[in-house]
């Protein structure tokens, strides 16, 4: 008798805390897919500072936002992500700037200005450097994670006077992305 009431106070007890268990289960299985498709992107041999991908999971549905300047880049990132383990389905709003010379030439001078300057050469040595220009009919976007109030500033300045219509500073600082 003792044991059967044992018994049935232990599957009361694993039905009753199940649901919370799956629901920490799956926070965490999110964010593994998240950081997991942030690696597959910030690998992918033709992911560039010219590019800009976001990524949220949501049930292990991954959003995939942002600007790419060609359109296999595009679906390239879409499959990988698609690849990674624990992802149920992709939704890919990625969008793809139009194909300009003068923007071409924008984003070179830009990325010239900021990663040619001696501050930021601990950045362009990086295998995939955080400060990443996004132009469009000559506007530009600087967008990415640098360490301090004073980089965000700074590649702001350097980045400005390079024949842009405006610029927009999207730059974040480390203390601002843990947030």
């Known amino acids: 008798m003792k044991f059967t009431v044992a018994l049935a106070a232990g599957v009361c007890f694993l039905l009753a805390t199940a649901p919370a268990a ?3 289960e799956q926070a965490r299985t999110d964010v593994q897919i998240s950081d997991d498709v942030v ?3 910030n690998t992918y ?4 500072v010219f590019d800009d991908v976001r990524v949220d999971v949501l049930n292990g549905v991954v959003a995939l936002t942002g600007r790419v300047t ?3 880049k595009k679906d390239e990132i879409a499959k990988r992500a698609a690849g990674v383990d624990g992802v149920k389905g992709v ?6 700037l139009p194909p300009s010379p003068f923007d071409e030439e ?3 001078k830009v990325a010239r ?3 040619g300057n001696a501050a930021f050469w601990r950045y362009a040595a990086m295998p995939n450097p955080p400060i990443h220009i996004l132009v469009e009919g ?7 994670v640098v360490q301090s109030e004073v980089d965000r500033t700074l590649a702001r300045s350097l980045a400005t006077g390079q024949g842009e219509i405006s610029l927009t500073n999207a730059l974040r600082t480390d203390a601002e992305a843990r947030h």
């Open 113 to 115: 200005a900021i990663y």
């Open 138 to 144: 000559g506007r530009v976007t600087l967008t990415g």
């Open 22 to 24: 799956a629901a920490l």
């Open 45 to 48: 041999s033709r992911y560039t």
């Open 39 to 41: 690696r597959s992107v």
């Open 91 to 96: 939704r890919n709003d990625i969008g793809v």
């Open 106 to 108: 924008l984003r070179h």
């Open 70 to 72: 060609m359109p296999f």
